[in-house]
């Protein structure tokens, strides 16, 4: 029995392992057979395949309109990737030699990248370049780390010995390459050590090449090398709306860590400033790649997608590129016409919602101009300052603008009504100096006169007595929640100005004293802001109160989506409760400004009834400058707008580009 019983167990066992190895062999078959069938087949023609990154086509901006304001055009590099070099030492130099080659049968030597190159001279006679000698130059400091990483002294190293170091270590004998060709890979290769050319680091040794180099570096089929499509910003307003937009660049050495772990490759182009940085994160496209496949002969085959590059998102903003060229040119012809100014400001809002219309800063620069050294060192040595955006972070007394948040003030805390009059003698009686012109400047006093003719034409002594009652504190508890003196919510850089008052004198060091409200309740004393704070302020007293946060953003679509999948919503940062009698006081006080004024004339081709406030402000060594803003229509405000010249003498002259905006405005909404 017990025999029997263990032969059965063998028998099963031993059938048990023959059904195990039928099945696997009928699995492995079938699956032969299906992908023998389905499956991808291997061509014999192909001798060897590589694989290239396809980059990812940057969004593009539009204005609030749709019209396109920065577009892509394809642009192409010569780039080594690691993965693709040739194996032996040899044929990469004989590659890049074939390159140098290339470059110069199709006069292309201004497209090689710059390298920062420390040597000057035709081997054996080379010598370092005199930038050597300055450890703040980044040539030095590229020397000193090449220095560290190949184990030579980085204070006593000589030219001749950092040459024959690259000779031992790249084989570039005299016996094997001209000096010529030594001096050309000396170069090179000293570029690759510098930016560490590596698995992870590509080589990029021609930039924005033509289609003529491109066909001819392919007839050649040279080794390592690969073609790379890139999108080039292509700016269709050059000139214009330069300080918003913004340029790409690469990423930087201090970036590079944030820029790697969002999976950006380090040779890639990024927003460095303006619109292009802010929203680069809806902008940025994402690299694919692609499997290339060639014969024996280096012809291509085939090219098959691994990873298809993905789009990037395009950008609409709030302004509109008709009255950004409009405030441009009325701001920079206005600025030459007059004899002591240089530089301005302006910008226009629509007073509900914070969106920008148009924001300008004079003197400017053409953005495609940028990459030019001579240009952008005109740029640097101008001293204008066109690369400052003043907009923005220029900084400036608000003059008599400020008498708006004064008068709204001394109002809401009834320390005024509309009807109350205070008397102008033309001099204030707790100052010395005449302080006051008197109706069109002739008689030097306004006599009794209440807080809409006071606004309409700008009396000091009516706003020395408010100052003097209330106090700056307490003006500058409504003035800021209306805007000065804090971010304005723009999603670009910006100053937030100094309010004057108690804290900001002693964070100077200082003591306030009610003597400093007299020159600040008019706008002047340490009050500093700039023109867009100066528009976000104007706009929420017409609007009724509420600060809507400014913002360049309006909406953001996919590549070729027909609904945006963002729209910006605006946001109200703070409130002010203004009443219907303060507002209406407020609102006829501004109209008397433009009845009771010369300014008049400057808007009689504006369609529709405006309102606004001229500003004269004092600096110390310089003419006055001159503001102005204003918003209209009066009785149901649409858009504000301020200007700011520098020594500018008189603000009606800071009006003349309001009403060229306005006037643009209402002839576009007219159509």
């Given at each position: 029995m017990k025999k029997g019983f263990n032969r059965t167990v063998r028998y099963i066992s031993l059938l048990s392992v023959f059904l195990a190895v039928m099945l696997f062999y009928v699995i492995v078959l079938a699956k032969i057979q299906i992908e023998g069938s389905s499956g991808k087949e291997t061509d014999p023609s192909v001798a060897y395949t590589r694989t290239v990154t396809v980059s990812g086509l940057r969004g593009e901006i539009y204005d609030r309109n749709g019209v396109l304001l920065v577009g892509n055009s394809t642009s192409y590099d010569l780039v080594f990737e690691y993965g693709a070099i040739p194996d032996t030492t040899a044929e990469l130099n004989r590659s890049i030699l074939n390159v140098l080659e290339a470059v110069n049968a199709t006069d292309s030597a201004d497209k090689l990248c710059e390298d920062y190159y420390v040597l000057d001279g035709t081997y054996p006679?080379?010598?370092?370049?005199?930038?050597?000698?300055?450890?703040?130059?980044?040539?030095?400091?590229?020397?000193?780390?090449?220095?560290?990483?190949?184990?030579?002294?980085?204070?006593?190293?000589?030219?001749?010995?950092?040459?024959?170091?690259?000779?031992?270590?790249?084989?570039?004998?005299?016996?094997?390459?001209?000096?010529?060709?030594?001096?050309?890979?000396?170069?090179?290769?000293?570029?690759?050590?510098?930016?560490?050319?590596?698995?992870?680091?590509?080589?990029?040794?021609?930039?924005?090449?033509?289609?003529?180099?491109?066909?001819?570096?392919?007839?050649?089929?040279?080794?390592?090398?690969?073609?790379?499509?890139?999108?080039?910003?292509?700016?269709?307003?050059?000139?214009?709306?330069?300080?918003?937009?913004?340029?790409?660049?690469?990423?930087?050495?201090?970036?590079?860590?944030?820029?790697?772990?969002?999976?950006?490759?380090?040779?890639?182009?990024?927003?460095?400033?303006?619109?292009?940085?802010?929203?680069?994160?809806?902008?940025?496209?994402?690299?694919?790649?692609?499997?290339?496949?060639?014969?024996?002969?280096?012809?291509?085959?085939?090219?098959?997608?691994?990873?298809?590059?993905?789009?990037?998102?395009?950008?609409?903003?709030?302004?509109?590129?008709?009255?950004?060229?409009?405030?441009?040119?009325?701001?920079?012809?206005?600025?030459?016409?007059?004899?002591?100014?240089?530089?301005?400001?302006?910008?226009?809002?629509?007073?509900?919602?914070?969106?920008?219309?148009?924001?300008?800063?004079?003197?400017?620069?053409?953005?495609?101009?940028?990459?030019?050294?001579?240009?952008?060192?005109?740029?640097?040595?101008?001293?204008?300052?066109?690369?400052?955006?003043?907009?923005?972070?220029?900084?400036?007394?608000?003059?008599?603008?400020?008498?708006?948040?004064?008068?709204?003030?001394?109002?809401?805390?009834?320390?005024?009504?509309?009807?109350?009059?205070?008397?102008?003698?033309?001099?204030?009686?707790?100052?010395?100096?005449?302080?006051?012109?008197?109706?069109?400047?002739?008689?030097g006093k306004h006599g009794d006169i209440n807080v809409i003719d006071a606004i309409g034409v700008s009396c000091n002594c009516f706003f020395y007595e408010i100052g003097w009652r209330m106090g700056t504190d307490s003006i500058n508890s409504y003035t800021s929640k209306l805007g000065l003196g804090v971010s304005t919510g723009i999603e670009l850089p910006e100053r937030t100005g100094s309010v004057a008052g108690t804290e900001y004198r002693e964070l100077l060091g200082g003591t306030w004293t009610q003597g400093d409200d007299l020159s600040a309740v008019i706008g002047q004393s340490d009050h500093t802001y700039t023109p867009l704070q100066l528009g976000v302020f104007m706009s929420s007293v017409v609007n009724g109160g509420d600060r809507y946060s400014a913002h360049l953003l309006h909406s953001v679509k996919d590549f070729y989506a027909d609904e945006p999948r963002i729209i910006y919503n605006p946001q109200i940062l703070d409130s002010v409760d203004i009443s219907d009698s303060t507002y209406d006081t407020l609102i006829a006080g501004m109209r008397q400004v433009l009845e009771s004024s010369s300014l008049t004339k400057y808007f009689m081709s504006v369609d529709a009834e405006v309102g606004g406030k001229t500003g004269t402000a004092e600096v110390s060594g310089k003419k006055d400058y001159a503001l102005f803003a204003g918003f209209a229509p009066l009785d149901s405000p649409e858009i504000v707008s301020v200007c700011v010249i520098e020594q500018g003498v008189n603000g009606g002259n800071a009006a003349i580009p309001v009403a060229d905006v306005f006037e643009k405005y209402f002839e576009n909404k007219k159509k």
């Open positions: 006679h080379l010598t370092y370049i005199d930038e050597v000698a300055y450890s703040d130059s980044e040539e030095y400091q590229n020397l000193k780390k090449i220095l560290e990483a190949n184990g030579l002294d980085t204070t006593s190293t000589t030219e001749e010995e950092l040459v024959e170091h690259f000779i031992d270590k790249y084989s570039l004998s005299p016996t094997l390459y001209t000096n010529k060709e030594i001096t050309a890979l000396l170069r090179v290769r000293y570029a690759m050590e510098r930016i560490k050319f590596g698995l992870y680091q590509p080589f990029t040794i021609a930039s924005d090449i033509s289609i003529e180099l491109v066909s001819y570096v392919e007839e050649a089929n040279i080794d390592g090398i690969n073609i790379k499509t890139n999108s080039e910003r292509q700016y269709m307003y050059p000139g214009y709306a330069s300080h918003i937009l913004g340029r790409l660049g690469k990423i930087q050495a201090e970036d590079a860590e944030y820029y790697d772990a969002l999976g950006y490759p380090m040779d890639a182009y990024v927003g460095t400033s303006g619109c292009e940085k802010e929203f680069e994160s809806y902008l940025r496209g994402q690299d694919g790649t692609m499997e290339i496949s060639y014969d024996a002969d280096g012809n291509v085959i085939s090219k098959e997608y691994i990873e298809e590059p993905i789009s990037g998102s395009d950008v609409y903003l709030t302004i509109d590129i008709e009255l950004q060229i409009a405030t441009e040119d009325s701001l920079r012809d206005t600025v030459n016409s007059l004899a002591y100014s240089d530089a301005g400001a302006a910008v226009s809002l629509d007073p509900d919602t914070g969106e920008i219309l148009a924001i300008a800063s004079y003197p400017t620069y053409d953005i495609t101009q940028f990459d030019s050294i001579d240009y952008y060192n005109a740029l640097l040595e101008n001293p204008a300052k066109p690369l400052l955006d003043r907009a923005l972070l220029g900084e400036y007394a608000p003059g008599s603008i400020y008498k708006i948040g004064s008068s709204l003030a001394a109002l809401e805390e009834s320390v005024i009504t509309s009807s109350t009059l205070l008397n102008c003698a033309g001099t204030y009686p707790r100052l010395h100096e005449p302080t006051c012109l008197g109706v069109n400047g002739k008689d």
